[in-house]
């Protein structure tokens, strides 16, 4: 028998999230089931509640940001036992058998992976359900252990916000004193300024924000740059060995550019709706790569989990109640969140 599940849902791209419930599946013996104790509050959540991707479908929970407490475990299941606190993060399935899941980057699988709400399980037909919930079943092959000593709410984030600036610097190689610049200072900026500094890189943070800088500093980077005034980037011409670029509405990517070294790399993950011209010199005068990087598979991403249980990090969240979404949504829209919402889903039971 499903179980009726109380959740925080929208019904359509102008409509508040509102109380609503879902049901869940029965655990099946490779599946785990799960008490939703946190869930961050991701600006994609706002992107697709209201559609601006223009992929939506309603009725829609969002939430990809889920630590909770294991409460029952299918009979295959290895990994965790009722008790442990386990997350979920973007991913609820892939295919499993293409080139990129085998070599565990679930997050490209070539039929599309079966994302945590907004989407379908693998059949194509049974429609995901996020967060925003009380309560979660999922296929062992996608949680991931949240390292003890941990507080679990600020770990929610590294779920997304952490893994999403982790796999960029780990595969370009971010090291002890690389110049990284961090372009935007919001939930994955935040994460991106204390994963690049905890690999021992010198880091700029570059924000819309002057009201920021002391946090920017506090956060790990060395270097403020207010972005309002081009003549600040100009000086920063060539100076930069890698760029995180997290900024969630459309601006002006050869601007950037100019400021990476000769081979250097610029890496988008903040993902605005609108499109935005690069112009090929940005590229060709100096030999820049520019590229996308969408979450982390299974496997790197319970690396960078453990990576923040040995260096001690977590997100700084602020914990809101699930009535307060709506509230929250407006506050992240005028880059007013520090730097991470994550909802309490006590508030929900
Ligand atoms: P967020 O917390 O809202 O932070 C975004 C930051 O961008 C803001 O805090 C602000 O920083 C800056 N910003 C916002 N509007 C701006 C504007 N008009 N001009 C200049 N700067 C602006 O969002 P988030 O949750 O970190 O997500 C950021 C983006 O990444 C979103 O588009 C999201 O969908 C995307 N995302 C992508 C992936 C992926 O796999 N690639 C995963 C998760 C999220 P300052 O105040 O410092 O300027
Ligand atoms: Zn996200």
Known sequence: MPTTTPAFATSSATAPLAASTIERRDPGPNDVAIDVLFCGVCHSDIHQARNEWGNATYPMVPGHEIVGRVTKVGA?????????????GCMVGS???????KSGSEQYCIKGCAQT???TEMDRKTPTYGGYSTHVVVAES????????????????????????????????????????????GGLGHMA??????????????SSSPSKEADARRLGASNFVVTKDPANLAKLAGSLDLIIDTVSAAHDYNAYLAMLRAKGTMVLVGAPPEPSAVSCFSLIMGGKRLV?????????TQEMLDH??????????????????????????????????????????
């Open 95 to 101: 295919c499993g058998e293409c080139p990129a899941c």
């Open 76 to 88: 295959n299941v290895k990994k965790l036992a009722v008790g442990d606190l386990a997350g979920v």
């Open 308 to 349: 923040c249980g040995k260096h001690k990090i977590v997100s700084d969240i602020e914990l809101i109640p699930i009535q307060k979404i709506n509230e929250a949504y407006e506050r992240m829209i005028k880059a007013d969140v520090k730097y991470r919402f994550v909802v309490d889903l006590g508030s929900l039971r």
């Open 142 to 185: 996608f949680t991931l252990k949240i390292p003890a000593g941990l507080d679990p709410a600020g770990a929610a984030p590294l779920l997304c916000a952490g893994i999403t600036t982790y796999a960029p610097l780990r595969e370009y190689g971010c090291k002890k004193g690389d110049r990284v610049g961090v372009v935007g200072l």
């Open 193 to 206: 300024v204390k994963l690049a500094a905890s690999m021992g890189a010198e880091v700029t943070l570059f």
């Open 117 to 119: 709400y907004n989407s």
């Open 292 to 300: 996308g990087s969408m979450i982390g598979g299974v496997p790197e």
